[in-house]
């Protein structure tokens, strides 16, 4: 009798999952290719979604992207930039020239499309790595490895992994089901509405700065961006779920009295294409990102609110720290200890800054928003550029 032939499964080692076609999910993906694995992004959309307006790229992501190998397709999408706040009549209360950023912190500001962004990511992964349609419903850890169980329009699936990476977004349902005692996302008291104007409705300046623009309880902002047309987004306190039905009209009689060029935005811009969120954040830090050979990313581990322009900046951080750290450790578990404590202390500290800025942003007492304007002013922009440094100046060196 022959032998029996034995037959040896070519069990891929180094598999991740990730789950979440977003900004960090993309990213993560990005980098753990870049580190040797085998990487699927599974997203819930029925395709690769480039949902959104503009998005600030700040230093410390400049140096995240080009760490993961996207400086050349960044500078090509992007706007450099400084940032500065102005008052409701247009006065400049603080203004960080773009030579200010560079100076400070080695890379200016950066507005781009968060379509553009989405899609440089998607073309580095490869959209033959990322499976839509695939919505995670829950993820069961185990020593060596986890399996993660989706809905699919064609039923159930069930996908095994030495590492799995939630980067499902600020509602996370991953998060939910690993920490059932976690409050959720916090929602931060204000509504923010988006949109893009065409391009040459506002003159190109020679020092194109990212401006936000502060009232009594609202706040409107715009960034140039690299084709010309410019990004904004105005914002107004109100309970969760309110102001659902406001139009650009609406936005257009509360904002357009405010300094030039505000209205001269908001007529030119599609009233089809606005976009509104409820604003939330990770306010109850988590005591762990990880769980078994689980990572929350992004988002669904610290998301922040806009009031700090960090959201995305962060994730894609997060995204090279992870990468590095599965590179400096043989061990997944080992590699996923010193990515949480690289990353939990410094996103947990943003998301509550976060949290605190959103309430001083959007101040709504006249008395208040004259006192805030008041200490805005008087701040010398060295006092600005040095509190800026905790975000901003981070580097990717090796963390691990
Ligand atoms: C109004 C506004 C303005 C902002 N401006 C800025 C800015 O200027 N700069 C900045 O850095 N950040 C900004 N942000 C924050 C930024 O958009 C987010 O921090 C960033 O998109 C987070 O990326 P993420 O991949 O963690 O989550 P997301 O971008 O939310 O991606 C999550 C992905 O997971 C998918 N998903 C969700 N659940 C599942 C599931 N169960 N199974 C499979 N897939 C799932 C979703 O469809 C989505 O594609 C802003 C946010 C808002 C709301």
Not at 269 to 293: E, H
Request: hydrophobic share 45%; aromatic share 6%; net charge negative.
């Amino acid at each position: 009798m022959d032998p029996v032939e034995q037959v040896v499964f070519d069990v891929a080692e180094h598999k991740a999952v990730v789950i979440g076609g977003g900004i960090g999910g993309l990213a993560t993906a990005c980098g753990l290719v870049g580190a040797g694995w085998d990487v699927t992004v599974y997203e819930r959309a029925p395709a690769p979604r480039e949902v959104g307006a503009g998005l600030s790229v700040a230093p410390n992501a400049v140096r995240a992207l080009d760490w993961l190998g996207l400086a050349e397709p960044l500078r090509a999408a992007a706007q450099p930039q400084g940032i500065g706040v102005k008052s409701r009549a247009g006065r400049w209360m603080v203004r960080l020239r773009e030579a200010d950023l560079v100076g400070r912190y080695g890379a200016p500001m950066y507005a781009m499309h968060r379509g553009d962004l989405h899609r440089m990511l998607l073309d580095a992964v490869g959209a033959d790595r990322v499976c839509t349609g695939h919505s995670a419903v829950a993820v069961d850890t185990a020593e060596d490895g986890a399996v993660v169980h989706f809905e699919t329009g064609s039923g159930p699936r069930e996908v095994r992994a030495d590492l799995v990476v939630a980067a499902d977004g600020v509602h996370s349902r991953v998060r939910a089901g690993l920490f059932p005692a976690h409050t959720g996302a916090t929602y931060a008291g204000y509504v923010c509405w988006r949109g893009i104007a065409p391009a040459g409705v506002v003159v190109p300046d020679s020092d194109p700065m990212w401006t936000d623009t502060w009232g009594r309880g609202g706040r409107f902002g715009a960034a140039p961006l690299a084709d010309g047309k410019v990004f904004w987004y105005a914002s107004a306190g109100g309970p969760e779920g309110s102001m659902t039905e406001v139009t650009l009209a609406d936005i257009a009689a509360r904002f357009g009295a405010w300094h030039a060029p505000i209205a001269d935005l908001l007529a030119a811009s599609d009233p089809a294409a606005l976009l509104r969120n409820d604003i939330y954040y990770v306010g109850d830090p988590l005591p762990t990102f990880t769980r078994g050979r689980v990572a929350l990313l992004g988002d669904a581990a610290h998301a922040v609110t806009p009031d700090i322009g960090q959201g995305a900046c962060l994730a894609v951080e997060d995204a090279v720290v992870l990468a590095q750290c599965v590179s400096a450790h043989d061990d997944v578990a080992d590699a996923l200890r010193a990515y949480d404590a690289a990353r939990r202390p410094r996103t947990q500290r943003l998301a509550a800054v976060s949290g605190r800025s959103a309430r001083v942003q959007q101040v709504a007492h006249p008395v208040a928003a004259a006192l805030r304007d008041l200490a805005v002013r008087l701040t010398p922009t060295k006092v600005y550029l040095e509190a800026g440094a905790e975000a901003l100046g981070w580097r990717p060196e090796p963390a691990v």
